[in-house]
């Protein structure tokens, strides 16, 4: 192999492995809660606890519904997984307004936070919600989901209970 070759396959290797290592763990990004302070989206990486980021959007009618069967078993799994979810919208800035609304009436008990410019969305590198991911104790992501139907949540509980174990 002559030297440019080698260092034209070295330089994608590189590459490859950065792009590998990055869908690993969560990005560098600041989201908002719903008051509008920033968030670093690590904190939730650096918790020690098993992690689910559930991507929605107040339009999405999937993903309300994923939340809300979700909310039926929250305490149980907080409880026997040692676990939390924060529920990340992916809500433009036009429509972000009506989030609070709407976690207002549906009760949910997890951190909401507003992801309105999209840069998590962007680094991640997925395109539609429901979008759902998990990290264990040690902040990698183990699982993604796109997607909802009704009873995968209880897919979701699997990974939670291998996690826990």
């Known amino acids: 192999m002559n030297f440019p070759r080698l260092i034209a396959v070295l330089f994608f290797v590189g590459i490859a492995s950065i792009s590998f290592a990055q869908n690993k763990t969560l990005p560098d990004v600041s989201v908002q809660e719903l008051n509008g302070k920033k968030v670093d989206i690590q904190d939730y990486a650096d918790n020690g606890k098993i992690t689910v980021?559930?991507?929605?959007?107040?339009?999405?009618?999937?993903?309300?519904?994923?939340?809300?069967?979700?909310?039926?078993?929250?305490?149980?799994?907080?409880?026997?997984?040692?676990?939390?979810?924060?529920?990340?919208?992916?809500?433009?800035?036009?429509?972000?307004?009506?989030?609070?609304?709407?976690?207002?009436?549906?009760?949910?008990?997890?951190?909401?936070?507003?992801?309105k410019n999209g840069d998590l969305k962007r680094a991640l590198n997925f395109q539609a919600v429901p979008y759902t991911i998990v990290i264990d104790q040690d902040g990698n992501i183990v699982y993604r989901h796109d997607g909802y139907v009704e009873g995968d949540e209880f897919e979701l509980e699997e990974v939670l209970k291998k996690l826990s174990e």
Not at 59 to 72: G, M, Q, R
Not at 81 to 109: F, H
């Open 53 to 115: 980021l559930s991507f929605w959007a107040t339009w999405c009618v999937p993903c309300k519904k994923e939340l809300d069967n979700i909310a039926e078993y929250y305490e149980d799994w907080q409880e026997d997984y040692d676990m939390e979810l924060v529920a990340i919208s992916v809500d433009n800035a036009r429509s972000a307004t009506k989030i609070k609304t709407v976690v207002d009436s549906k009760g949910w008990e997890y951190d909401v936070l507003s992801d």
